[in-house]
Structure formats: C-alpha cells, structure tokens
C-alpha cells in the first residue's frame, strides 16, 4: 500500500510542472477603424473563435474616433456577457463608440498620450443629433458602467460602497451638463487623458505595448493569437452598412418600378433582383433576418407580380404586394423572433425605419429623375434611343388609323399589339388593362404607337 501511495505521489509531482507550466492563450482583435458593421462582425467571430480556442482572455486593440451607435451598442453588449474576460488596449484613441465599447471591458489600459471620452451622439455633419438620443446614449453608457459593480470599502467601523467606474462620469463623456465635481464643471463633453484615467477608475494602467498591456493583467507565460478577417467579413460589412443598404433598397424600388413601366422582363427586374439578394444574404447569415421575413418579401413581389401580369388595373393585390415588400425589407433589419420587439431598442427601431424610408423616398426620387434624363441630352443619353420615331416611321400610314377598330391582339397592360385590317401594330390601352380579345378603337398617334381604348357593346 505504501508503494502505491509512494508511486501516486511521484506521478503527481512528475505531473505538476506540466500543470503549472501551461502557456496560457491571449486572443487579440485589433479595432483600428470606425465602429461600423464590419467591425461588429470582428468582434462577434473573434469572441466567437476565442471560446473554441478556450482562450484566457481577449485583448482588444483600439484606436478609433467613434462610429455607428447600434453597433457599438452590440459590441459592448458582445463584452459585457463574454464568458472569457476581455481587456482593452487604446492605443491612441477612444472616442464616442470607443469609449462605449471600452468601458464594456473588464480592464481598461492606455498608452501615454492617448484619451477616451467624447461620446456625444452626432449626425452625419458632426452635428448633436436631439436630445432624445443624446438620453439613449447616456443610458447606455451609464448602464455599461453600472455593470462592473461596486468596492465594498471598510474603514474602522463604517463600510462604504464605491463605484468601479463612476457611472456619472461615463454620461458627463456624453452629456456636458452632468457635473462631476473637481472633474468636469465646464459645460463641455468630457475626454479623459489617460493619467486622469488612471487617476479616476477609468484606467487600470498605462502601456506602451500589447506585452506590457499581458504582463500588468497578469500572465508572463503567453501566447498571443491574432484575429486574421477574412475578404468575406469586410464584404458582409460592407453591404450592411445603412448607406448601402438604402442603396440596395432603392434599387429594388426602382427596379419594380421600371418593371411596371415596361412589359416582359428585363433589366430592372434583374437589378432588382441582384438587389434584393445582396441585402438579405448578409443579413440571414448574421441570423437578423429570419425564413419569414424573407418570405413575407417573396410574397409580396408574387403579388406585385400578379398585379402587373394577370389581374387587371391596380387594387388590393397591388396595395398589399408594396405593404409585405416594405415589412420585409424592415423587419429583417431588426432583432426580433416571430415579431416580438421587447429586446429592439428605440434607437435600432429608428435606425431602421430611416434607413429602409431613406431607400424608398430615394427610389421614388430617383424614378422622376431618370424618368426625365433617359433619352434626353443629359448623362443617360447613350442608354437609351434619342431618336425621333415620328418622323423614321411613316406616319401617314398610322395617322389615318385613328379612328379605325380593331381587337386587342394580346393582353394590353397597358402595352400589348393590336390587329386592325389583318394588320398587327403595336399597340397601348388608354382605358387601362383590356383583355386579348376585346374590341378596340384607335383615339390617336404618339411617338409611333397607336393608343385605343376598349369598345363597350
């Protein structure tokens, strides 16, 4: 028995080097751009692949001026629920998203010379947006820091509770008039330089490296695995952004539009189709937009289909093809599970409904301006036919048809061809969809087309 308990312990201390001895893995992602949907996606598949990994902790590497608010918020929310710690490095600068993500992060380290702060909501001109958002973005910010908790501090008798992060220091970095007293009294949005950093919470040390950054965490035997993005991660960033996806949006409007214009189909369904599958395949694989939502589209071009091609005139199926189009196209930018909206912020909502509005008013302008470009002396000339058909076409010949009868050779919606004499014309209906078959009367003569209307017997 003393041999056995003799060998057990031999092996355990053959056994421990190895044991105490373990490198432990830092997973770093570099963060050195504006906060948009691609760098979302950086983070979300860097967690992602530092988990599969059983990384020790992630290391973000950041130097950024801000960026989108939604998705700095997923970012952070992407931080605060990690089950492996991360830990920030600002290299430079955090600023407005940044600092949002980065007061996320269990540590916070700054090299010297570099500030975290300003996090105002802007719009595009660099403007303060109302303050409706400016509340949203304090109390996302305030929450962010609320999340690392308290110190519980105990002197003699007396024990006392203080903030890890002052909470009330992450909204004066959004809000001007929050006062933090012997910090910010001025008025103005506050940027913390990395030794005020230090000096208040909101910096754990200052680095100048990502090894020195390692060390003061605590880990001296390392490795260091970096976040290698793909062509792919840039692209899905890329079409997901909100400009692009109001672009795309606008050339599905369009597309449809063009296609109601013009009979059979051609190159605007094409566009529009492209269109349609460049902004649903990226957000599909991000897991934003569902089978039902993809479907509720369909439906609606299905219907708009059938709107244009079988049923005649403009009614229900036309009402509701262009209600289930635009449904679609907003609720699969929006974070829901079979319509229920508790988790969609007030901000993403918004969010949203601007950028699919931005794309159809966008659509709908861009219609009347191409509308009155294509064939004329302007940029659109070369693509389409400026020529004078009046006067190439013998018109004598369909100006004393005026007048004549005829049947309606084919459908007409509105377009369509005409016999009249034995003779086929082309033909477009002045009364609206009219059936193969129906009795015609030519009511006159434009740009080498004979316009009729239906004979009521």
């Known amino acids: 028995m003393k041999r056995i308990l003799w060998f057990l312990i031999a092996g355990l201390f053959c056994f421990l080097p190895e044991v105490c001895s373990k490198t432990s893995l830092i997973y770093k992602i570099d963060i050195k751009k504006d906060i948009d949907k691609t760098s979302q996606i950086y983070l979300a598949n860097g967690l992602a692949e530092a988990n599969k990994l059983h990384a020790d902790a992630v290391l973000i590497h950041m130097n950024t001026y801000g960026g989108l608010v939604d998705a700095a918020d997923s970012m952070r929310t992407a931080i605060l629920y990690s089950p492996i710690p991360v830990y920030v490095f600002i290299d430079n600068n955090a600023a407005s998203a940044g600092a949002l993500i980065s007061i996320a992060c269990k540590g916070i380290y700054m090299r010297k010379g570099a500030n975290i702060g300003a996090a105002t909501v802007v719009n595009q001109t660099g403007e303060a947006v109302p303050d409706k958002y400016q509340s949203y973005m304090r109390s996302m910010i ?238 659109f000339r070369k693509i389409a036919l400026d020529a004078d058909l009046e006067k190439s076409v013998s018109s004598p010949i369909l100006n004393n048809l005026i007048g004549a009868e005829g049947v309606a050779a084919t459908v007409l919606r509105p377009s369509g061809k005409v016999s009249i004499g034995g003779e086929l014309y082309d033909g477009v209906s002045d009364s609206g969809f009219i059936e193969k078959g129906t009795p015609v009367k030519v009511i006159r003569f434009e740009n080498a087309q004979i316009y009729v209307q239906a004979i009521r017997r």
């Open 142 to 379: 305030r929450s962010t820091a609320e999340a690392h908790g308290k110190d519980t501090i105990i002197q003699g008798n007396d024990t006392t509770y203080r903030w890890k992060r002052d909470p009330a220091i992450a909204e004066a970095m959004v809000d001007g008039r929050v006062i933090v007293p012997g910090l910010s009294d001025s008025g103005k949005v506050l940027t913390l330089t990395a030794e005020d950093a230090v000096k208040w919470g909101y910096c754990n040390g200052i680095a100048n490296s990502v090894e020195e950054v390692i060390k003061e965490i605590g880990y001296t035997d390392y490795e260091i695995k970096n976040y290698e993005p793909s062509w792919f991660d840039d692209l899905k960033g890329f079409l997901m952004s909100p400009a692009i996806q109001s672009i795309l949006i606008l050339i599905i409007i369009g597309g449809i539009y063009f296609e109601l214009q013009s009979p059979g189909l051609g190159f605007p369904s094409a566009a529009a189709v492209v269109a349609a599958i460049l902004y649903f395949s990226p957000l599909y694989l991000d897991g934003l937009a569902q089978n039902w939502e993809i479907l509720i589209f369909i439906i609606g071009i299905l219907c708009l289909a059938a709107e244009i091609f079988i049923i005649p005139g403009f009614g229900l199926a036309g009402i509701v093809g262009i209600v289930l189009v635009v449904g679609g196209l907003t609720t699969s930018l929006l974070d829901n599970t079979d319509l229920d909206f508790e988790g969609v912020s007030i901000h993403d909502a918004g969010r949203t409904i601007m950028t699919v509005l931005v794309g159809v008013i966008g659509g709908f302008a861009a219609m009347v301006w191409l509308s009155t470009r294509i064939g004329s002396k302007g940029l």
